[in-house]
């Protein structure tokens, strides 16, 4: 699907150096080391079985905005690398072919993943992300039905309106009465679909395709409540943890989120001249550089 007015279908540029930040989070976690699965390939098996069921989650909600995490990620860039068998086998999964939204303002993406959290535990019984990120348990939906409207707003495009959309919503969840939910319909306990506590970090959000829109006051607002919202959950696990009403996952979790870094709240850059307000500016990590730099992208 073509956006960008180049030869290329996307800018190249911007889309390296985001990729860049998903690279970098895969080699800190020795996931790039020669030989690593060669003894035991069952974290790669793994990756693979979550990205299946990441499939059939979006196939039963086509109209949610679901967010991977670092390992489905991984397998789902690994099959995109053989397009006419992406095609095949996602068509014939979904029922059409799942775009990779190459860019998306962090607190879309932020929300995408709190609602794939919770619909993953309501079908297979199991923690969708065990890194350390608290769970969400609102009942927001983020649906693909009006990412356009945001990128009209903060992302403008030429020549194409944007199918794969998603956007805030205070709607209840999709799929309420579905298999597994709390319909009354026993839900699946599916161990195998469970992050593993040695490498629950690639459990992690995937964060590479994430932006951060500065000096733009609706943007700044939705990102101050998040960060609020997310610490509030974190002091809500610890302290059910400690009393001993939470499950082992929870448990799990609430260890690891101390001192971890919450996803899609990217360092905010240091303010520079001429910056107005609400005049959608894009900030992105260089992560390619060996020390933190950053640059900032304009809307058009």
């Known amino acids: 699907m073509y956006r960008h007015p180049g030869v290329a279908s996307v800018d190249l540029v911007g889309a390296t150096l985001r990729q860049g930040t998903f690279i970098r989070a895969l080699y800190s976690l020795g996931w790039l080391t020669p030989a690593r699965f060669a003894a035991d390939p069952t974290p790669l098996l793994r990756a693979i079985a979550r990205f299946h069921a990441w499939l059939d989650l979006l196939s039963l909600h086509p109209a949610a905005f679901l967010v991977p995490t670092l390992d489905i990620d991984l397998a789902w860039h690994t099959l995109m ?34 609602a794939t959290g919770r619909l993953w535990k309501a079908r297979f019984g199991v923690p969708y992300s065990y890194c350390g990120c ?23 495009l030429r020549g ?20 597994g939910s709390a319909s009354g319909v026993p839900r699946p306990t599916r161990a195998d679909l469970a992050p593993d506590e040695k490498d629950a970090p690639l459990s992690h959000a995937s964060e590479h395709n994430s932006i951060l829109v500065i000096s733009h006051s609706q943007c700044a607002k939705a990102r101050q409540e998040r960060e609020m919202d997310i610490a509030k959950r974190g002091e809500a696990l610890r302290r059910a943890a400690a009393k001993g009403k939470g499950d082992e996952w929870e448990e799990g979790i609430a260890r690891r989120s ?43």
Not at 134 to 156: E, F, G, Q, Y
Not at 160 to 179: C, E, K
Not at 273 to 278: C, R
């Open 81 to 114: 690398l053989s397009p006419g068998r992406y095609r095949r086998d996602v068509f014939g999964l979904v029922g059409r072919v799942v775009e990779h939204e190459d860019k998306v303002e962090e607190g879309v993406l932020g929300e995408g993943f709190d």
């Open 134 to 156: 608290p769970p969400s348990t609102a009942s927001k939906l983020v649906d693909r039905t009006s990412l356009s409207n945001i990128r009209a707003t903060l992302l403008p």
């Open 160 to 179: 194409r309106s944007d199918s794969a959309a998603s956007a805030r919503s205070t709607a209840s969840l999709p799929g309420a009465n579905a298999p």
């Open 258 to 300: 101390l001192g971890h870094e919450p996803a899609f709240l990217l360092p905010l850059p240091p303010a520079g001249p001429g910056v107005q307000n609400d005049s959608a500016l894009f900030y992105l990590p260089l992560v390619l550089l060996p020390l933190p730099h950053a640059c900032v992208v304009r809307a058009d």
